[in-house]
């Protein structure tokens, strides 16, 4: 085996799991999924345990990474077996012999300095792209996604689609306590970055109330939103496929962003900002799959440990939308999806 590259920004996280099981050999500790052949398909799981720019909402974000790794090591290690696994809602095996899996372990973040977080978001990230893996960023606040666009916009030609599933906007511009860099203000400063048009962005879930400034950013820029009533109407499906055209029309890649609270929080309370209403499960997970293949970087923020109930519910629907993303991606390497999409040359 390659050795994998040792991040330079980033100090790994050393798991005793590995150690214990032993089944990967030595040096192979920052495998979360050890390829049985040459890898033809290769994620990064990354954590950034990060929620300084929570600012105003419930902290506890910050376990978010480590609560997921090991949830998502649990579930890889109970069912995946020699390389193969059933995928019980579609009633078919998936070959996971070339998938890789690496840990990037968690990225060595400032807590005092937003600006230098994130610097140091963008640069793992980065490191993560450079290496010729998948990027599964796993927060932290919802403050993770701009440094962790930022790294795809400054790695890719052509003009980005961004999804955004949320129960908020975060599209604040200013405010006196959350300054310009916060768990609130990452779409709009996505929005800034100059090859992310706002026909391209899509946001799902959104409902509630929102300051009309936030709202407003939205409208100035032309971003869609399926809000949440919506997307009841019509179904995940119906919801996936319009996301889909929006976000692909002349993009070279898409970045999905998973905030947690686009959930019902009755079925996902481990968040910090829980919003009455939203998607169920289900039709997250069915909203994921149909759009998995065509996503080039995910991140799933606003976890929040502390919050979650005994059996862990809410951390254990996140391993399993990670899951989900990584099967899908590989049935979809084997068999493509017949949907047409117009895609821009990388
Ligand atoms: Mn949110």
């Avoid at 040096?27 to 052949?37: H, K, Q, V």
């Avoid at 040459?38 to 902290?59: C, H, M, Q, R, W």
């Amino acid at each position: 085996m390659r050795p994998h590259p040792q991040p330079l920004f980033l100090h790994l996280v050393q798991d005793r799991h590995y150690e214990e099981r032993g089944e990967y050999g030595e040096n192979m500790s920052n495998l979360l999924l050890a390829p049985r052949t040459e890898p033809t398909l290769k994620f990064g799981y990354l954590g950034v345990p990060y929620d300084a720019s929570t600012s105003i909402a419930n902290p506890g974000a910050r376990f978010g990474p480590r609560a997921l790794r090991e949830q998502f090591q649990l579930l890889l290690a109970k069912r995946v077996v020699d390389g193969l696994v059933v995928d019980m809602d579609r009633g078919e095996r998936v070959d996971l012999n070339a998938v890789q899996v690496a840990d990037f372990g968690d990225v060595d973040i400032s807590f005092y300095d937003h600006e230098k977080a994130i610097h140091q978001v963008t640069a793992a990230v980065r490191q993560v792209i450079d290496s010729g893996f998948i990027p599964l960023v796993v927060g932290g606040d919802h403050g993770v996604t701009y440094p962790s666009f930022h790294a795809l916009h400054e790695t890719t030609r052509g003009n980005l689609g961004l999804v955004q599933l949320d129960a908020h906007c975060d599209m604040l511009d200013f405010s006196e306590k959350q300054g310009a860099i916060s768990g609130s203000s990452g779409m709009a400063r996505s929005l800034e970055l100059g090859r992310l048009k706002g026909k391209n962005m899509v946001q799902v879930g959104l409902r509630g109330y929102a300051t009309p400034q936030q709202w407003g950013v939205g409208v100035k820029y032309g971003v869609r939103r399926i809000l949440a009533p919506a997307f009841a109407e019509m179904g995940a499906r119906a919801a996936a496929q319009k996301t889909l055209k929006w976000a692909s029309a002349g993009t070279a890649k898409i970045y999905l962003t998973v905030d947690v609270d686009a959930l019902n929080p009755g079925e996902a309370p481990g968040t910090g900002w829980p919003e009455p209403g939203g998607l169920t499960v289900q039709e997250l997970l069915d909203f994921v799959r149909y759009l998995a293949p065509y996503v080039d970087a995910l991140d799933i923020a606003e976890l929040n440990p502390p919050y979650d109930n005994a059996p862990k519910q809410t951390t254990v629907m996140c391993a399993r939308l990670l899951f989900d993303f990584i099967t899908t991606k590989a049935r979809a390497q084997k068999s493509p999806p017949q949907t047409t999409v117009k895609r821009r040359k990388k």
